[in-house]
């Protein structure tokens, strides 16, 4: 019924910025969206949430003050604004919907999509 197709990742050099997509098909207005991501031999990562409506947004510890999640229903994308980009920050980076709160999405996640790899050199 929902499939988030993500892109807009890439290789960037440490310092820089990138945008993130995620493409939704079905209905998602109903969803709180956000990111995730896994970096090699590391467990899965929160990145950031962002309720159904977009009132509220949460961000991991180690993103906060750097990315920025954003949606638009309307288009039925989430995004991903990424600046100050660090090595530590590569990773594979997952497009994720859930039936519930925003700050519980890392337990609660419905849709996931198939990734898109970043990489920031240094």
């Known amino acids: 019924q929902v499939q988030l197709v993500e892109s807009g990742g890439g290789l960037v050099q440490a310092g820089g910025s990138l945008r993130l997509s995620c493409a939704a098909s079905g209905r998602t207005f109903i969803l709180a969206m956000g990111w995730f991501r896994q970096a090699p031999g590391k467990e899965r990562e929160f990145v950031a949430g962002?309720?159904?409506?977009?009132?509220?947004?949460n961000y991991g510890d180690s993103v906060k003050g750097r990315f920025t999640i954003s949606r638009d229903n309307a288009k039925n994308t989430v995004n991903l604004q990424m600046n100050s980009l660090k090595p530590e920050d590569t990773a594979v980076y997952y497009c994720a919907g859930a039936y519930g709160s925003v700050s519980l999405m890392s337990y609660n996640v419905a849709y996931w999509g198939q990734g898109t790899q970043v990489t920031v050199s240094s």
């Open positions: 962002i309720s159904w409506n977009g009132g509220d947004t």
